[in-house]
């Protein structure tokens, strides 16, 4: 994106963009490496944005939602309800209630709990409730994936060992219809080897345990977690090892069985920046500071998950201030030590008025941080969508931030 420069003068900072070509340029690569069965529902979670939800279904996606929030958008923009899975723990009954009366193709059940409120709401509408059970299984890939499986007590899915007891309490339900697994146990897996070896065991725990307990199976829903290199070093996922192990893996299940893969960060990361605007350089014992409009309430990941993301400096030839080079944190705006972009990163020369551009940011970016804190307006987010850009969120004006509240009469 070499117009950043012009973006940001035109829509001001701090700034969202996102490259299109770059979020079709993933979706293809993928598509054209996984087998033709295996079927891509995008985790909305990564970058909800509803232009980025309507970019994937047109090139066919599907979408994993987490909320009845993600419903509504998914539906706003005309995905069908056939291509809608509902994954999460904490899925209220209004949440439940909500995507059952879309009838989308199936909730990802977290909890013997969960199956039976889903009967009670069936109940009351009287149509018997396709579900899958998301399984917790002892098994997880790789390292330095962020880890949300594996042999751990959590709030994710059933355990493997209670998996039968599930089944059979779904079975003696008279509206739910248990039709799929599914398993989500890690993040950010950059090996495809481990990913795949890991699929494997997804859909031999899906097999064997419908065979033993006499259900069809028909979907297994293998969960996202294909990871993108963040740091200098670090290589690509090869999708095309991927594809051919998931090949191999699903060449034995029945035509009846739907293969769901649920990836979001693949899809999305490497699309989008968060481009700031230098306000100050200062030194302070010893240390760099370049201090930047935008922060961590439109960026946290970097803070949250202890990921550092690649920086770039554009010099925007400015006079103002000292300008520095070598060792620095860039620091946000908000009044909290956490407020950092980046840390101890080497810089070439920095001046006031310069952008500092964070990559790699198109998923889990700003819809994974706290945009109310400081009151500042939320950032713009801009897509370059076939040449042409087109504001996807304006920019919030600080008297719609109060537009949700009131003051009690007489406080003023
Ligand atoms: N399916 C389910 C049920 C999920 O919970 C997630 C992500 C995905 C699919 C997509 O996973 P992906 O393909 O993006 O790995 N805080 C972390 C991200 C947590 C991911 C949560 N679940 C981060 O900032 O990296």
């Known amino acids: 994106m070499k117009d950043l420069q012009r973006l940001a003068d035109r829509y001001g900072t701090p700034l969202y963009v996102y490259d299109g070509s770059v979020l079709v340029r993933q979706y293809e690569k993928l598509r054209a490496a996984l087998p033709q069965r295996v079927e891509i529902f995008f985790a909305m979670k990564s970058n909800p944005n509803l232009a980025i939800v309507a970019l994937f279904r047109r090139l066919g996606a599907g979408v994993d939602i987490a909320s009845v929030g993600e419903l509504r958008a998914a539906l706003r923009v005309g995905v069908a309800p056939q291509k809608i899975v509902f994954s999460g723990p904490g899925k209220t009954d209004a949440e439940l209630e ?59 899915g059933i355990d493997l060992a209670r998996a039968r007891a599930a089944v059979a309490l ?28 890991n699929a494997e065991s997804i859909i031999e725990t899906a097999v064997e345990l419908a065979r033993a307990t006499g259900f069809a199976l ?48 693949y899809l999305t990361a490497e699309a989008g920046v968060y481009v700031t605007r230098v306000v100050e350089i ?33 010099s925007c030839g400015g006079e103002g201030g000292v300008g520095v080079a070598g060792r620095c944190s860039i620091a946000g705006p908000l009044c909290t030590a956490l407020d950092y972009l980046a840390r101890g990163v080497e810089l070439p020369v920095v001046r006031v ?48 931030l109060w537009a949700w509240q009131s003051v009690p009469e007489g406080l003023l």
């Open 282 to 314: 200062k030194e302070t014992r010893g240390e760099r500071f370049v201090v930047v409009d935008g922060g961590v309430h439109h960026l946290l990941r970097p803070v949250l998950v202890g990921q550092s993301h690649p920086v770039r400096v554009l």
């Open 170 to 197: 779904a079975q003696r339900l008279s509206h739910v219809e248990l039709i799929g697994i599914h398993i989500f146990n890690a993040s950010n897996v950059l090996d495809a080897e481990a990913w795949v070896k």
């Open 353 to 400: 008025g310069d952008l500092v551009v964070v990559e790699r940011v198109g998923a889990y970016g700003f819809t994974e941080s706290m945009p109310y804190f400081l009151s500042h307006p939320t950032p713009a987010e801009v897509l370059i969508w076939e040449g042409r850009e087109h504001v996807i969120r304006r920019r919030q004006r600080p008297e719609e």
């Open 218 to 265: 028909r979907y297994i829903d293998v969960g996202g977690g294909l990871g993108v290199p963040y740091r200098e070093g670090e290589r690509e996922l090869d999708v095309s090892v991927l594809g051919e192990g998931l090949g191999r893996a699903v060449r034995e299940l029945s035509a009846e069985t739907r293969v769901l893969i649920e990836p979001g960060r």
């Open 98 to 156: 909500a995507a059952v009366a879309a009838d989308i193709f199936a909730i990802n059940v977290e909890s013997e709990g969960e199956l039976e409120r889903v009967q009670r709401i069936a109940q009351r509408v009287g149509r018997r409730v396709r579900v899958g059970l998301r399984l917790n299984p002892p098994f997880a890939p790789g390292e330095g994936a962020v880890i949300i499986g594996g042999a751990v007590p959590q709030k994710f």
